[in-house]
């Protein structure tokens, strides 16, 4: 009798899971922050914005505009128009036209499913779709699927998703498999002006970058990514005591300690956190800097 219940329950449920219905792409007023690195102590904070309407051949695209603030000393900075989009939701379909496009290419495919090897851009990811779910974002269920390397020879360094509404965690435009030597994960999604993406995050790393710009340091750091201790170095030390704050990519502390006035240089010690991305503040402002470092 159990076993009958059970049955029936599970096909009353699958018409609703059948028809959950497709979560389209933002058109305006959205924020995507990826933070990316290689191992020779180079990273950076992407953020693409949506930024009005274009159109191309008669139809109405949507336009993307690209951001970057990376760790060189001077930090450079990137301000770019990167293409824009424009989505079929009958057949679940995005296309891309590039900024120095000449023909419009599939950028996302929602009607793949498990198993499906990645395209994007018509270029192959080295990804595979693996298995699929649906979470919770914004108030609304969002198809998703966790991404998977193509052979054993793939490594992700963090846990990579497709979903819905949001692209892929991977990389929104240019995806790649995370390897040892560099990576791509998306931090923050903002919608509305509103966190969205993590499902947990209240909009505390949001806020610290994507919806306000980064302001350029007058410190460097380094090595990042480490695996140990890392340097903070300026050539105007503080005339005060400074503190110094390890969050992670929620916003919670994870390590303190003081930069003394006067001292130009101090060693931050990191071998005792997780691998992973984290953000470092210096000053208790939290409309102070807060850049992204990685753990190995």
């Known amino acids: 009798m159990l076993r009958l219940m059970l049955l029936l329950g599970l096909i009353g449920l699958a018409p609703s899971l059948l028809a959950q ?48 603030h990376n760790s060189y000393y001077p930090p450079a900075n990137l301000d770019r128009y990167e293409g824009a989009f ?26 793949r499913d498990t ?6 851009l018509g270029q192959p990811t080295g990804l595979k779709l ?10 609304q269920y969002h198809r998703r699927w966790q991404l998977v390397p193509l052979d054993s020879l793939g490594f992700l360094g ?3 998703y497709l979903i819905e509404g949001i692209g892929n965690t991977a ?5 790649r498999p995370e390897w040892f030597e560099s990576g791509e994960s998306l931090l923050c999604f903002t919608r509305d002006n509103q966190a969205v993406y993590p499902p947990f995050v209240q909009g505390e790393v949001c806020f610290l970058t994507a919806l306000d710009r980064l302001p350029v340091p007058d410190w460097e750091i380094g090595p990042n ?5 890392m340097y903070l ?49 210096v000053g208790i402002r939290r409309s102070g800097p807060a850049l992204p470092i990685w753990k190995l």
């Open 130 to 139: 693996g298995d699929r779910d649906s979470i919770l974002l914004g108030g």
């Open 171 to 175: 990389g929104l435009i240019t995806p």
């Open 225 to 229: 990514p480490t695996s140990g201790d």
């Open 86 to 111: 424009r989505q079929d939701t009958a057949l679940r379909q995005l296309w891309w036209y590039g900024a120095t496009d000449s023909v419009a290419r599939l950028w996302y495919d929602f009607s």
């Open 21 to 68: 219905p497709y979560r389209s792409f933002p058109e305006t007023e959205a924020t995507w922050l990826y933070f990316y690195y290689e191992l020779i102590d180079w990273r950076e904070e992407s953020y693409y914005e949506l930024q009005g309407d274009t159109l191309i051949h008669g139809e109405t695209w949507v336009k993307v505009w690209q951001q970057r």
């Open 115 to 120: 198993g499906d090897t990645l395209y994007q």
């Open 233 to 281: 170095r300026t050539p105007s030390p503080p005339g005060t005591p400074q503190a110094i704050q390890v969050l992670d990519p929620l916003g919670r502390i994870c390590h303190q300690a003081t930069w003394p006035a006067g001292q130009p240089e101090i060693r931050l010690q990191m071998a005792h956190l997780p691998p992973g991305p984290y953000y470092l503040r």
């Open 158 to 160: 963090v846990e990579a």
